[in-house]
């Protein structure tokens, strides 16, 4: 295959450079081995290193793919752990506000049962004192509280 480039190459090469290296090198074999190295070779090698850098940006396209694969993947395991993330959160703020309430009503709970200890502390003085009146008074106010 080299020899039929380098055959071609000579034939279309201009007659002056021809006739140079007919005063170069006398004997006619080494036009051949001449053309080969200068030309054939720089085909070849050219051939060569541009299959070399085909194959180099192949194996670069495959790894930036599986690399974009990898990407991905984390991106998505991501995503996951985010929602996982706000559906616990959503949670805990329902829980959240359950507590709240909760303890919202102890307080009011709390506050009735000091109110009403208030009034029996008071329905315990005025019997204690001899004021029925005031002391029938605060045991009405206890049955409504």
């Known amino acids: 295959m080299v020899l039929y480039i380098t055959h071609l190459l000579y034939h279309r090469l201009p007659s002056s450079f021809i006739d140079f290296l007919r005063r170069m090198f006398p004997k006619p074999h080494c036009y051949d081995l001449i053309l080969h190295r200068k030309i054939g070779m720089n085909m070849q090698t050219k051939h060569k290193k541009k299959k070399a850098r085909k194959h180099d940006s192949e194996l670069k396209c ?70 029925y009146a005031k002391a029938a008074h605060f045991t009405q106010l206890l049955r409504l509280a």
Request: proline fraction near 0%.
């Open 62 to 131: 495959r790894r930036w793919k599986g690399e974009l694969e990898e990407i991905r993947k984390e991106q998505n395991s991501i995503t996951e752990g985010q929602s996982r993330v706000g559906e616990k959160l959503e949670a805990m703020e329902i829980e959240c506000e359950a507590l709240h309430e909760e303890s919202k009503l102890m307080i009011e709970r709390s506050a009735l049962t000091q109110i009403r200890f208030a009034v029996m502390l008071n329905i315990l003085t005025a019997r204690k004192n001899g004021d």
